[in-house]
């Protein structure tokens, strides 16, 4: 950022004293300032206020003229409130004759977050490129706005969040922050870094500037009311890509009513980023995160299915990926080397380009119709990754199959261990409750232990060549980075378990099979019209 220094008492003129102006006590740190150009873009200014007749008129007296003279608009949002803070802010208007400022009281309380959504859309209406959120009760500094706003005029940054804890203007404590919100601030600010593979000072901070053409990209609609809005804006921007960019602000805390209670706002901060975890690793579906939410998610384990599949494949192998989902597994293949066709349910358009065709289809009762969409093509390797739970007659699907392979090919199926110690204990504690994914994801119409999995595929034409079972996949039953020492650790562990259990720790069976040659052959009588009943039948289909 190009800057130039200038001690807070230069940037915050003649305050001093408590309320408002105690902030100038850390003037004797110079601070940064950037230019208040609007470089040709559209900037407004969302003021949120709630009772703020007290602190909102020097909150507007604040801002500087630079910025009065860039802005196009500087918009309060009172959120009904019970004082007059409608009333100041419009006789404040009169008195200055702002053509600029800009007054709406809501018909009734939105909320912190709510009144925010609608700040915001209402921008997005006008045509504006960048809005930078601002409240009425004085704890931001205005006389700092154009540092907020300048990084995304400058085509640096799609969002911008001011940071107490970056230490420029002396820090939080020494800006009269308690310390048990300091204390609270760290602790929550290092759990969402760490589940959410990010590296912020402060994920609390209150003012925030963001580009609105990034912003429109986010889905506003059921996200909260509350005051944790802040967090899931974060979480969106970040999950969708988008450049954030931090600044330092100087920290004041006054006599304002502070309307946040913390240990809920606490609680609401780490269930959101719960949620948003289960969300994209499908374990919940979340109506706040549910455009996140993947139909199935490749589990990233060195131990998983997903990846001992990826080793079995290999490469320069033709494949033919049935329930492939949008693809997200058959694109590593792809990126392998392999030739990879894929079949699902779903549009096209919600499924990769990576893939070498995809047909669009239902297997419940076999191939059916998509044998005939495959133009008579066989494949080195046939997966069936968690599909057979899901069909209502499998078999059918398994003796498909076989006729699609290569004579040397073969035959990839998992399937959830339902003896898994998590189910144990749950039927020892009378209790079977079905989840939005895992063992017992709702949509499982069978259940299979080895010895059941081994005997669909066997009575469904196949010799069993391998099967092994997988390990919890950690990552996602904690919502945490496979990278994590933690999850690491406790991956190593599971590994040892189901080494010593498989039947009790496996958590799916992974199965390589081929057709049985004497079942084929069997089976070839019966097509050819010559049925065979008996011992006779029995010699005839197991000859060598």
């Not at 974060?234 to 946040?260: A, D, M, S």
């Not at 390990?471 to 690491?488: R, Y």
């Not at 049985?516 to 069997?522: P, Q």
């Amino acid at each position: 950022m190009v800057v130039t220094e200038r001690r807070l008492d230069q940037v915050l003129p003649g305050h001093s004293g408590r309320g408002e102006e105690s902030v100038s006590k850390q003037s004797a740190v110079s601070a940064p300032r950037s230019s208040a150009s609007n470089r040709g873009m559209r900037i407004g200014i969302l003021i949120v206020a709630y009772n703020a007749v007290t602190t909102l008129a020097g909150v507007l007296r604040r801002i500087p003229d630079d910025v009065w003279e860039n802005v196009e608009e500087v918009v309060v949002f009172d959120d009904a409130s019970p004082d007059d803070t409608y009333e100041l802010a419009l006789g404040y208007k009169t008195s200055t004759g702002l053509e600029r400022l800009h007054v709406i009281k809501n018909a009734q309380n939105l909320g912190y977050g709510g009144n925010q959504k609608l700040g915001y859309h209402y921008f997005i209406d006008k045509g504006f490129d960048v809005v930078v959120l601002l409240h009425g009760d004085g704890q931001y500094a205005p006389e700092i706005l154009a540092d907020m706003y300048e990084p995304i005029v400058s085509g640096r940054a799609d969002a911008v969040f001011g940071s107490r804890m970056m230490n420029v203007y002396g820090g939080a404590l020494r800006g009269g922050m308690p310390l048990y919100k300091y204390v609270g601030n760290k602790i929550l600010t290092r759990f969402e870094n760490a589940f959410l593979d990010m590296n912020l000072t402060e994920f609390h901070s209150g003012y925030r500037a963001y580009n609105l053409h990034a912003l429109r990209k986010i889905n506003m609609d059921r996200m909260t009311d509350n005051f944790h809005f802040d967090t899931q804006i974060i979480v969106k921007l970040h999950h969708q890509g988008f450049r954030i960019f931090e600044v330092p602000i100087p920290t004041y805390y006054g006599n304002e009513i502070c309307h946040v209670n913390g240990t809920k706002y606490a609680l609401d901060v780490v269930k959101s980023v719960i949620r948003y975890k289960r969300t994209v690793n499908s374990m919940s579906n979340y109506p706040e995160y549910q455009e996140y939410h993947r139909h199935y998610p490749v589990k990233e384990s060195s131990l998983s299915s997903h990846r001992l599949v990826q080793q079995l494949v290999g490469t320069g192998q033709d494949i033919l990926d049935i329930g492939c989902g949008e693809g997200e597994f058959a694109s590593r293949l792809v990126q392998d080397g392999n030739r990879v066709t894929g079949i699902d349910m779903l549009p096209s358009s919600r499924v990769v380009g990576s893939l070498d065709r995809y047909v669009q289809a239902d297997v419940d009762q076999g191939l059916g119709p998509a044998r005939g969409l495959l133009n008579g093509l066989t494949f080195d390797r046939i997966l069936l990754q968690d599909v057979l739970e899901h069909l209502r007659d499998p078999s059918q699907l398994l003796r498909d199959c076989q006729d699609l392979l290569k004579p040397e090919g073969q035959l990839i199926v998992s399937v959830p261990n339902v003896a898994n110690i998590t189910t144990r204990l749950s039927l020892l504690l009378g209790r079977w409750d079905y989840t939005e994914r895992g063992i017992l994801d709702r949509t499982h119409l069978h259940f299979y232990t080895r010895r059941t999995a081994r005997a669909l595929l066997e009575e469904s034409g196949y010799e069993i060549v391998r099967d092994r079972a997988t390990v919890i996949p950690v990552e996602l039953a904690l919502a945490m980075s496979p990278k994590s020492p933690a999850v690491k650790l406790l991956s190593r562990m599971a590994a040892v378990a189901t080494a010593l259990l498989p039947k009790v720790f496996g958590y799916q069976w992974l199965l390589v099979a081929r057709p049985d040659t004497r079942t084929a052959r069997s089976a070839s009588f019966v097509r050819n019209g010559s049925t065979l009943h008996g011992p006779i039948a029995d010699r005839v289909a197991h000859r060598p």
